[in-house]
């Protein structure tokens, strides 16, 4: 990144922390959909995922003068996501034991997460490595039901396999991703440990 390009980003850091509307669109526009895709992961409900991205932004503006720095964004944003989908959790465990064991597992990862204590791209580089190793017609489906927010009846037509096909590929997805990142939190827990 170049010295000017250094000097527009701290400029538009500092107009968003004073409260310009346009800048945090701008955050807005550029980070929404990453953060709908990641309470996905754990919610396992689109329109949930989208309300509570919506929460997490609306708490960012409400918060931006605590705000230090411009990374700062990203771990405020995630870490109000992380926060919502673990009560949003508790409460479904709550009204339901329906897929236990799939939310606990998922409470236990997101726990994991501090976006204090991790550099935000390193866990985004993990993420995206983790996406591109799918096998392809798995990766396919998994995109398109959690970044595109497609239905399987919509993925099936779309790809031209049954449904069942569909919700086979967005289980093993799932594991997958979930067993290579928990490697990924294990190395960088050990890493800390070990300073």
């Known amino acids: 990144m ?3 390009n250094r000097e527009i980003l701290s400029y538009k850091f500092l107009l968003f922390k004073s409260g310009d509307e346009r800048i945090f669109q701008e955050i807005f526009k550029a980070n929404y959909n990453r953060i709908v895709g990641f309470c996905n992961q754990f919610i396992f409900d689109l329109d949930m995922s989208r309300n509570i991205a919506q929460e997490s932004f609306l708490k960012l503006w409400l918060n931006r003068k605590k705000v230090q720095t411009e990374n700062g964004i990203h771990s405020f944003l995630y870490t109000a996501a992380r926060t919502q989908c673990l009560d949003y959790l508790r409460h479904e465990k709550v009204k339901s034991n329906f897929e236990k064991r799939e939310m606990i597992l998922s409470q236990n990862i997101l726990k994991s997460y501090d976006f204090d204590n991790i550099e935000f791209s390193e866990l985004e ?19 398109k039901s959690r970044y595109e927010g497609k239905k399987n009846r919509e993925i099936a037509d779309e790809l031209g396999i049954a449904i069942k096909s569909v919700e086979t590929n967005i289980t093993r997805a799932l594991k997958f991703l979930r067993k290579s990142l928990a490697e990924f939190l294990s190395i960088l827990i050990a890493l800390l440990c070990s300073l």
């Open 125 to 143: 580089e993990a993420v995206n490595r983790a996406i591109e190793n799918l096998p392809e017609r798995c990766r396919m489906v998994f995109i």
């Open 2 to 4: 170049t010295k000017d």
